[in-house]
């Protein structure tokens, strides 16, 4: 428990003193934001698709149920003097903190609610019901009503319970949710990075890791050794969706902007493919292919110019899926990881 | 009523099944199933293809709910609990097709076998002992599971129900598609097994080995039991010589 706390205290030291060392690069700090996301929603999703062997297509749905619910939270914090006489970055922080936290706690929830169900159930259930569950989100979000300013300034003078009722009403439809205050650095996403590949990692070390696996192997056999295959499956689901939510969460709070489309299946797609490029069950296949494929339209941008990275970003995930599954099946890492790599082999590549 | 033929030992009951029925859909596979396990029993189930000796198994290990009957371990009613909490109450099974875990280790595998388990030095004595009965795993315990031959599978299959320290092992098919040297090995284990104290239900196609084992015999035939006798005394039979030995 010591050292966990000390090696959360160094790691979140050094992210903050990156974040100030190159806050005054504004293009630097965006794209490390963007791919430490990318990293916590790969690795997330990786204890599930990967770790226990189960499918999931709806991470990008989680992600967007942390990025609302952190952004409704914050635009209440904000408000207030959460900390009387404390700098004004504390504060902010602070919020930030509890942002992430709702975020990813009503996503933990939501992955709770939904695997129940459908992970009791062998088979490819996940997959359909993951899938329906991120369409439901968008279309619940693109059903709500816009902020009206002078609405809101009325709704306001009658507490906190009117407000959070409007709010939560009022997300903005398929225009999103605009002039979120940008709290996150860049430091406080990789702090995540950290959280999430170490939390991982424990689980994997542990006896719970065994069982996971066991279920990925083979699910009635895992059974038969006496692993509540259907409670680990919905532990590991509302963990991942958990990290899904925080993830929303910082980039809500750095985008500024969000708007539902941008948690939809393709974003959710996306994330499948940083894990298979990587290697399904492999932590640093996730890392390492989140990073690379958040930054390669960005860098062809910036050597051949001129075209938007949001439309290369589709055809060019698609083609790297095929060029994969034809060369390499099991990914850049297979189960492998990198911290393993002095270690004798002992799983196949 | 099932004809009977031989005088049963009395021993304290173990495994009770009873009126058991199982169905999968529109298929009745199980028409009210009843037999016994004693402590200390080995127990056959033999029966042609598709008679239902594996959902019998699957109905005792809670692998599928029972549509009517009960099931009794050790005197407590276990029916229709679900497989993983029946492990800690001594039941071990190991399924048909082997179902070990292919992309881990041997040596993963025995340990997931004792996965309930907390007590490291109980768990390192009973490694120990699968590798005295089966001393290829040893040597095999750092390869991938999947890796492994036939009959390496089987012997960790059946190893590896035994890390839990079952008073009551579950075997579906121990021989299947393995030489006949390796099914002596195996069932000269099982013997071995039993003789510690460990009681078995064994479903087997192979009649013969299965009746030279058992203390008691069942013969299933479409979901329902038509026989049942000490393993010699159906060895003797003519219908079973006939129906099951190819005689
Ligand atoms: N999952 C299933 N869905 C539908 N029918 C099934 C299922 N499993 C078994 N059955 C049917 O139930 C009956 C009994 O099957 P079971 O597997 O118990 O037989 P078995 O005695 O173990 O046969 P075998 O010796 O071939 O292993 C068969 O008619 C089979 O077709
Ligand atoms: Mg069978």
Known sequence: MLRTTSTLVVAGAACALASWLFASSQFFALQASLVGVAVILAVSLNLINGITGQFSIGHGGFMGVGAYVGVVTSSLLTQFQLLPGAPQVVSDQLVLLIALATGGLAAGTMGFLVGLPSLRLKGDYLAIVTLGFGEIIRVAIQNTKEIASDELKLVQAQGIGAELAYRVTHLGRATGLSQIPQLTSFGMVWFWVFVVVMVTRRILGSPHGRALLAIREDEVAAEAMGVDTTGYKVRAFAVASFFAGVAGALFAHFQAIITPAQFDFVKSTEIVVFIVAGGLGSTSGAVVSAMALTLLPEVMRSLFGGFNVEQIRKPLFGLLLVVIMLTRPQGLFGTHELWDLGKRKKRPA | ?247
């Open chain 2, 1 to 247: 009523m099932p004809e009977t033929l031989g005088t049963r030992e009395v021993k304290p009951p173990l495994l009770g099944v009873s009126g058991v029925e199982v169905r999968y859909g529109a298929i009745q596979a199980l028409r009210g199933v009843s037999l016994s396990v004693g402590q200390g029993d080995v127990v056959a189930l033999i029966g042609a293809n598709g008679a239902g000796k594996t959902s019998t198994l699957r109905a005792v290990s809670g692998m599928l709910k029972p549509t009517a009957g009960t099931v009794q371990l050790a005197g407590q009613d276990i029916t229709g609990q679900p497989a993983h909490t029946l492990v800690g109450k001594g039941m071990a099974h190991a399924p048909e097709g082997r179902g070990i875990f292919p992309n881990l280790t041997v040596l993963e595998n025995l340990e997931l076998g004792a996965y309930l388990r907390s007590d490291k030095a109980g768990i390192a004595q009973d490694l120990e002992r699968m590798y005295g009965f089966f001393p290829v795993l040893r040597e095999r315990q750092a390869q991938l599971a999947g890796t492994l031959s036939g009959g390496e599978q089987q012997m960790l299959a059946i190893s590896r129900a035994l890390m839990s320290r079952p008073k009551l092992l579950l075997l579906d098919e121990p021989s299947l598609g393995l030489a006949p040297q390796v099914t002596q090995t195996i069932f000269r284990i099982l013997r071995e097994v039993n003789a510690q104290g460990v009681s078995i239900l064994l479903v087997e196609q192979n009649a013969h080995l299965a009746l030279g084992l058992a203390h008691w015999a069942y013969v299933l035939e479409t979901g329902a039991i038509v026989m049942e006798g000490t393993g010699q005394a159906l060895l003797a039979s003519d219908d079973v010589r006939k129906a099951y030995l190819g005689e």
